[in-house]
């Protein structure tokens, strides 16, 4: 492990839980300003999108349902100038995630409603067997089994914490025939057990990633060509049998020629685009990505970079047609080592307002809670930094969007929502990405402040206005009262995101 830079990041940001408490205290009291910051007026903010009520959702992968081997967990956190960890073996053999456990399901809960998605370069090559008998060897062309007992978990759970299914289907040797066709008997097969037990599949992609099919259990040599003609059997098979499923694709990941041409050969038959994005690989499979580059605005813009492609071909080949981000995280390959610290909530939540404002309907988190990039620690599924800030974004975001106004800038990012469940209300994200330097907004209205730290930016636990967020007895989620604010300049600490709630905007957009 490299020693630490003597003005290391988390040096910079240890003293920050004081900084805010002086900065609340002294607006409070004098309404300390920065010169020059600009106005925000909350009550004549235009609505400029809406997303899906379901906006800010999940993955659980298919393999956290089966059990098997997935991206293995780094064996410490690293401080700010990160070690380069590397495995003879990247992956772990798991059990089955226990979909049962109470903490795991009132932690889900309290996100709804949202979609799961249950899919993932596993479920390509993943047998469906609608007995409920566990099978250790999966039959001939598949690596894997997903039994009925256990996709019967996944529908009870989902019904349970308000989360509406999304999933992808086999395609790997084993759906295919002699001639290398698409077979759509495992497909029939899962389809009619979900019906048969009251379970409903909301949307679908054929299958996971298929610009990326040679490590996804695709044919040898398998092309946009190939993956067209699948794609017209999985769609009229599924509208035979699910017609209520929404279909999703492409569902690739990158920015490339194949990506276009993978998008081109579905695009009439698709009712919503679907797309993966991964700004970089984790140290895991090699990324050189540091800690120190988190908070760049290169870093973050690469959200809008990739949204702009898939808009792009939207707009030429299904136009008017919505747009799902269904897979997306720090980084590839199950996260860097600080994924579970406070520094990824600042890309999370500036991921979620720049594709609110883009117009994406709904964004997938992967994963719940397995491996670095989850939002709960896979072994104790306490919350890590990143559920904090989806439960903020849950319970204060509501889903007509507004122009807060101001250009994404350098250190200060401000998007702005109608407040949920407060008609006339407005939302707006804060987020100062400047490691040293304060940022104001003038505000006309009073409000509530909400202002997420942590005692440096590699903690693994996070604070609201200098309280420490944790779970309660019998794992109840703590009450998070704000900071009251009164009207004027309002300071925002470094390295700090804050919501900030003005119940009374009276904006005519949110009524």
């Known amino acids: 492990m490299r020693a630490m830079p003597e003005r290391s990041l988390a040096g910079r940001l240890c003293a920050r839980g004081i900084l805010i408490s002086a900065l609340l205290v002294a607006q409070e009291a004098h309404g300390a300003s920065i010169p020059d910051a600009p106005t925000v007026i909350p009550a004549s903010l235009p609505r400029i999108a809406t997303v899906d009520e379901r906006f800010q959702s999940y993955n659980i992968e298919t393999v956290e349902i089966t059990g098997g081997r997935f991206w293995r967990p780094y064996r410490s956190q690293p401080d700010a100038d990160a070690s380069r960890e590397k495995y003879s073996n990247l992956f772990q053999t798991r059990s089955p995630i226990d979909l049962n456990n109470t903490r795991l399901r009132k932690l889900a809960a309290a996100l709804a409603p949202a979609y799961l998605r249950v899919s993932g370069t596993w479920a390509n090559s993943t047998y469906f067997s609608d007995s409920g008998d566990e ?67 909301a949307a679908a992609e054929f299958m996971n990633e298929p610009d990326l099919a040679d490590i996804g259990g695709a044919p040898a040599g398998y092309d946009a060509a190939a993956y067209g003609r699948d794609f017209k059997l999985f769609d009229a098979f599924l509208k035979r049998t699910s017609p209520e ?65 898939y808009r792009d071909r939207r707009d ?47 964004v997938m988190h992967n994963t719940l809670a397995a491996s670095d990039y989850g939002l709960l620690d896979e072994r104790t599924l306490e919350p890590r930094p990143n559920y904090w800030g989806a439960l903020l974004w849950r319970q204060t975001m509501g889903t007509s969007v507004l122009d807060a106004g101001l250009p994404v ?78 009207a004027g300049p309002v300071t925002f600490a470094p390295a700090t995101i804050t919501f900030v709630v003005i119940s009374g905007a009276e904006n005519n957009a949110c009524r």
């Not at 981000?325 to 991921?351: H, I």
């Open 135 to 201: 099978q250790s060897t999966p039959p001939a062309g598949f690596n894997g089994v997903l039994t009925g007992r256990r996709w019967r978990s996944v529908i009870d759970f989902a019904q349970t914490v308000d989360a509406r299914i999304v999933t992808s289907f086999g395609i790997s040797a084993g759906t295919r025939d002699a001639a290398g066709g698409w077979q759509q008997e495992q497909a029939d097969r899962f389809i009619g057990f979900t019906n048969s037990i009251g379970g409903k599949i």
């Open 245 to 309: 499923t929404i279909i999703l694709g492409p569902g690739t990941i990158g920015q490339s020629a194949l990506a276009s041409d993978l998008f081109t050969a579905v695009a009439p038959g698709i009712a919503a685009v679907s797309y993966h994005y991964y700004g970089a690989l984790s140290q895991r499979c090699s990324g050189d990505r540091t800690p120190q580059t988190a908070l760049s605005e290169d870093w973050l813009e690469g959200t809008d970079r990739a949204l702009a492609f």
């Open 316 to 362: 030429r080949l299904t136009p008017g047609k919505p747009i799902w981000l269904t897979e997306t995280a720090e980084t590839a390959c199950g996260g860097n080592p600080w994924a579970p610290s406070f520094l990824d909530t600042f890309r999370y939540l500036d991921q979620l307002g720049r594709l609110a404002k883009g117009g994406v309907q709904v």
């Open 409 to 486: 800038q350098a250190g200060l990012h401000v998007y702005a929502h109608c407040q949920r469940g407060a008609p006339g209300g407005v939302t707006l994200l804060v987020i100062n990405t400047d490691r040293d330097a304060p940022h104001a907004l003038v505000l006309p209205t009073a409000s509530m402040r909400y202002v997420l730290d942590a005692a440096n930016a590699l903690d693994t636990h996070v604070r609201v206005n200098g309280t420490a967020l944790a779970l309660g007895a019998d794992d109840t989620l703590p009450s998070i009262p704000g900071a009251p604010t009164p």
